[in-house]
């Protein structure tokens, strides 16, 4: 089942506007879908964790490091989250001292490169709030 419906299959109901081009195939699964994977990288420095982690940040002290502001408590939430949702890997390294490193997964990997166009997208309009 791809979610995608054909287009004998939308129907016009009274009180809606017709959909924009490209996403009248979209049904209402694959609407919940989205916005479950929209709100795990929206949540508050969740996209900066993962981002920092693309960017080769892999020891808790790196990811503080490329992510300004964020606090110990609050990284930790967050890495342990994405590791959840298999966004981020942690692999403990038997050293002594014992070593954790992150790294992003395929899929986080993924994301993040689905998410490069708004990456994009948000450097041209950085001054669109000033």
């Known amino acids: 089942m791809t979610g ?4 004998d299959e939308v129907s016009a109901t ?3 506007s017709s959909p924009e081009a490209g996403y009248e195939h979209i049904d209402d699964d694959v609407c919940r879908s989205f916005q479950r994977s929209v709100e795990i990288v929206g949540k508050k420095w969740s996209a900066a ?6 960017r080769g940040a892999r020891r808790f002290v790196d990811y503080r490091a490329r992510i300004p502001g964020i606090s110990n408590q609050l990284l930790s939430q967050r890495l342990r989250e ?23 997964t395929e899929q986080g990997a993924g994301l993040m490169r689905v998410l490069h166009p708004l990456i994009e997208w948000s450097a041209e309009n950085e001054d669109r709030d000033a």
């Open 14 to 16: 009274a009180g809606q």
């Open 82 to 104: 994405l590791e959840g949702h298999r966004l981020i890997e942690r692999l403990v390294v038997p050293t002594t001292p014992v070593q954790i490193t992150y790294r992003p």
């Open 49 to 54: 964790v993962l981002l920092a982690a693309m």
């Open 4 to 7: 995608l419906r054909q287009p």
